[in-house]
């Protein structure tokens, strides 16, 4: 059970994450970036599972390994990817418009998954007043409903949370799903200890 009052904190740390991750983006892509966090939802996983559907995707993902455990995945398109690559890259290097990403790219994609990953959890973390260590992101291409699998798919009888984003960068419009894993006992342990 968590204090109706501290439900606000599940905004808060949408935002801070979505701000910390456009700031750490502007500041490497020397793009004016936003990531807007339009809706915030609880699912249960097998739910999520059919949300995402078996089309195949670019996935990111990390594992928390302190307070509360458990898992973040960014989902986006191929076209999203090449954008955000395209716009870091600029006139640096080869890019493909074919369908493959070149070496180049795929680097590129790479530390954007890095920045995007790191970002959002130091918003959670300064939201939880704590810091919260993560993994190596882990890249995936292949469809969303499998990578949640693999992540959770021994929690079926859980809920995970799901923020609908979108990153505006460079005139183009970029969605982004984050999907937040996280042991809900232990965050809403975590959101207890904060006053409001």
């Known amino acids: 059970m968590i204090d109706i009052r501290k439900l606000g904190l599940f905004n808060k740390m949408a935002k801070e994450g979505g701000n910390t991750v456009a700031n750490h983006l502007s500041q490497m892509t020397g793009m004016e970036t936003q990531m807007e966090i339009t809706k915030i939802n609880f699912i249960d996983i097998p739910d999520i599972k059919t949300h995402i559907g078996d089309e195949k995707q670019i996935g990111i993902s990390i594992e928390m390994v302190e307070k ?11 076209s999203s990817a090449k954008d955000l690559a395209h716009g870091m890259i600029g006139d640096m290097g080869e890019t493909s418009d074919e369908g493959g990403f070149t070496d180049m790219e795929r680097s590129a994609i790479q530390e954007i998954g890095n920045i995007m990953t790191s970002g959002f ?21 292949g469809p969303g409903s499998g990578m949640v699998d693999q992540l959770v798919g021994d929690r079926d009888n859980d809920m995970a949370l799901m923020f609908d984003s979108r990153v505006h960068a460079l005139d183009s419009d970029i969605n982004v799903k984050v999907y937040t894993f996280p042991e809900l006992d232990e965050l809403v342990g975590l959101m207890q200890e904060i006053e409001v």
Not at 121 to 141: K, M, Q
Request: net charge negative.
């Open 68 to 78: 509360p455990h458990g898992y973040i995945l960014f989902l986006f398109n191929g």
């Open 121 to 141: 959890i130091d918003g959670w973390a300064n939201v939880l007043d704590t810091t919260i260590d993560i993994s190596t992101p882990n890249f995936t291409f």
